[in-house]
């Protein structure tokens, strides 16, 4: 409460990929943090667009139009709702990922990795 | 359209503090960047949490009780609906702000800078 999230810091405290961490809350949504390494699997939120910022390393967004988004540090994406993505880390991508609290991070609660606050 | 968004670049493209540019939509959400220099007036979002993540420079932010929020780069905060505060820049800070489309930037729609896509 009242205090910096220092963005660095919160990654530093996990090493897996592909498991968000929320280190805030904002309007509805999870504020997270996460580790890519290598390639996710196309997925879909069609009730939520899709935030991406890039922190560190390099990541690339496949859209479902053929098209490649190449994010590196300080450049974002928002994917929109409904549209088909898999992102893919060039190394280590650390990313800030925003969206609606309880979205699926795979699209699929079956799939999601688990909700955890940090 | 389907192109990274370079926080940096965009923030390039403009001189003026406290006038921010939208550089994005997500989720209702207008995403932008502002330059921040010297201290902003007391305000409040009723309806709207706020949030900060500083891209460049230093952020001090007042809050209704008393406390201080210091932010440095890849820190954010997120001020909570209905907490009135004071953001004040350190020299010059530069930042991605996330607001629901609409919101007076300053709290009031008479004082808010106008909406600007870049």
Known sequence: M???IDLAAK???????WQPRTVSLFNGHDVMV?????????????????FFLVLAGALEIDLEDGAMVTLAPGQLY?????VR??????????ILLIEPTGTPNSGDPATAAPRRVI
């Open 11 to 17: 990654l530093a405290t996990f090493k897996e990929a």
């Open 34 to 50: 996460a580790r890519l390494r290598g390639e996710y699997h196309w997925h879909v939120h069609p009730e939520s667009d899709d």
């Open 2 to 4: 009242h205090a910096a």
């Open 85 to 94: 993505h898999r992102p893919r880390a060039i190394g280590e991508a650390h």
């Open 78 to 82: 928002v994917v929109p709702r409904g």
